[in-house]
């Protein structure tokens, strides 16, 4: 089975700066890879490479099997569907409407939606939580819904690999869980998932694998309890850190 | 669909109206005698449909800028491309090429729409592409000034001021003609750019994540608008608001789905033309009153209202 996202010694410059320095991750079916690391590590860069939104320098990045600068945007967002770090809604549609534009690489545009793509609208709005708020308008509902809606619209474009830009962020722990368990039952249905965060402890409990980054460069990488070593979190965030377990859960601790 | 029902109804309404009213009184605009043949068949109808085809073409073109550059404020006359197309027809007409105004509007026009798509696609929130907008329509001020100064034939200046001050007055069904194919040309490009607008609703870069091709997108707007603008402005001159204010109004009872307001907005923007040009009309002043004069008058608060809520809200449209 190949990856459903395969970057090989990718090397980005923007401005100067080596973004991403060599690095190798890959997303295959039924995983859930987090990237980690402090701001400004290269996450974003990373995820934006994977979809075709950002040329590299060196290397070579495979989305289902091709290059994502050869795909189409269509095709592209067939394979992956991507979530910005901030995702905007310029217009204050209503939630479903945010959630249906989704289907656009289906041919479907909000006001008609086809079968299928209801059903997958309506999945993702279920999924997300917001079944009673899907009439409202996005200008009308908390931080934390919006960022949901967003999430729906990117569940309901049905692509393979999920690439998520801090998805949980300004989430509280509970809906954090939430989206948690949405990752891995799109895992259990053949998917991946792809997602930067700075919240370690969901890192260590939802994903497979992590990959640590620091200035661009893979500090660690592997299963979360192998790869987040004192040594590794302490290089990568600048201060001294190790992950524990607290009643069966795993946390990272800072000094 | 019930919304763009009740505003061809509404045009319908206007259209007819602005037949029957008007400063030679008319009894029953489809009485058969010569007279009233002339006044409402050969001058009030030309006119009115004029009117609505640039009111229409106008109000298309600012909901589709709106959208494209994701901008409430955004429309022909704020962003300079009104502007342009005038001072393309200007200089056609000055330097003695009258013929060749309309395409010289329609270039002009289109050099400005790219210009500001340019310049402006990244523009931090509403205000700094009304900015670039400002710029432009100054520019095209002065230049329009410096073709009127230049001219060979300064005889024909106070008709050109004039003209650029917008009216539908003595407009014949060649008029009709060029507005109407170049609106319906500019009504096809925007309808095919329609999705890719819904899809820039997500920002930029979540819209060509989803799927959506902008450079395409980009291009029929850019050409879209760039008829409609020169289209209405080679005929009836500046006319400022109606761009802005049509998507307003629609937004109100349509929400603000960037697609769905395309045909609503052209449909108010004619009614809208065709109500204030009858106004023009009744209003008892010495000269009428021009219809662009009217139209900043009734068009500049409302400008001045949307922006000054998007202030309240922290400048982020």
């Known amino acids: ?255 | 669909m019930r919304l763009s029902l009740a505003l061809t109804a509404l045009s319908l309404c206007a259209l007819f109206a602005a037949l029957w009213l008007g400063p030679a009184p008319i009894a029953d605009p489809f009485a058969g005698d010569v007279r009233t043949h002339t006044i409402v068949w050969e001058v009030r109808f030309p006119r009115a449909l004029t009117a609505w085809l640039v009111g229409a073409a106008l109000g298309l073109s600012g909901a589709a800028l709106q959208g494209l550059l994701r901008n409430p404020l955004a429309d022909s006359g704020v962003l300079g491309l009104s502007g342009f197309a005038a001072l393309g027809a200007v200089i056609a007409f000055a330097f003695g090429f009258a013929a060749f105004a309309p395409i010289a509007a329609l270039l002009f026009a289109l050099a400005a729409a790219m210009l500001v798509t340019v310049l402006g696609w990244r523009a931090r929130g509403p205000a700094s592409l009304v900015l670039i907008g400002v710029g432009l329509s100054s520019l095209s001020g002065g230049l329009i000034a410096l073709a009127l100064n230049l001219a060979p034939n300064p005889g024909a200046l106070a008709d050109l001021v004039n003209w650029t001050l917008g009216s539908v007055e003595g407009r014949s069904l060649n008029d009709v003609a060029l507005v109407g194919g170049l609106l319906a040309l500019g009504a096809v490009l925007v309808a095919f750019a329609a999705r890719g607008l819904q899809a820039l609703t997500l920002g930029e870069e979540a819209a060509a994540a989803i799927g959506a091709d902008l450079g395409r997108t980009r291009v029929l707007v850019v050409l879209g608008a760039a008829a409609c603008t020169g289209g209405a402005t080679a005929v009836a001159g500046v006319i400022g608001f109606v761009g802005i204010a049509a998507p307003h109004l629609v937004r109100a009872i349509a929400g603000h789905d960037p697609a769905r307001l395309l045909l609503p907005s052209a449909l108010a923007g004619g009614a809208l033309l065709v109500c204030a040009d009858i106004a023009v009309r009744l209003l008892p002043t010495d000269a009428e009153l021009k219809l662009g004069v009217a139209a900043a008058l009734i068009g500049g608060p409302v400008f001045a209202l949307i922006a000054a809520r998007l202030a309240g809200r922290g400048g982020d449209a």
């Open chain 1, 1 to 255: 089975m190949s990856a459903l996202v395969e970057l090989d010694s990718v090397t980005v410059i923007l401005g100067g700066a080596r973004v991403a320095d060599c690095v190798t991750l890959s997303v295959r079916s039924g995983e859930i890879v987090a990237l980690l690391g402090p701001n400004g590590a290269g996450k974003t860069t990373l995820l934006r490479v994977a979809q075709g939104l950002q040329d590299h320098q060196r290397g070579s990045v495979k989305l289902g099997g091709e290059a994502p600068r050869l795909l189409s945007a269509r095709e592209r967002a067939l394979r992956a569907a991507y979530l910005p770090q901030r995702p905007q809604a310029v217009w204050p549609v209503s939630v479903e409407a945010l959630a249906a534009l989704g289907r656009y690489a289906h041919g479907a545009a909000p006001e008609r939606l086809g079968p299928r793509d209801r059903a997958a609208v309506d999945a993702a709005i279920e999924a997300c939580a917001l079944t009673p708020l899907r009439k409202r308008r996005m200008d009308e509902i908390s931080g934390g819904e919006r960022a949901r809606a967003h999430l729906a619209r990117a569940l309901a474009q049905q692509a393979p690999l999920l690439a998520l830009d801090e998805p949980t962020a300004g989430l509280d722990p509970a809906q954090a869980l939430g989206v948690a368990e949405i990752f891995r039952k799109h895992a259990e249905a053949g998917g991946g998932v792809l997602f930067s965060t700075h919240d370690i402890a969901l890192a260590a409990r939802v994903a497979h694998r992590v990959t640590l980054l620091s200035y661009g460069r893979i500090v660690a990488a592997g299963a979360p309890e192998a790869a987040l070593s004192e040594a590794a979190l302490t290089e990568a965030y600048g201060r001294k850190g190790r992950l524990v377990r607290v009643e069966g859960a795993l946390t990272a601790v800072f000094e």
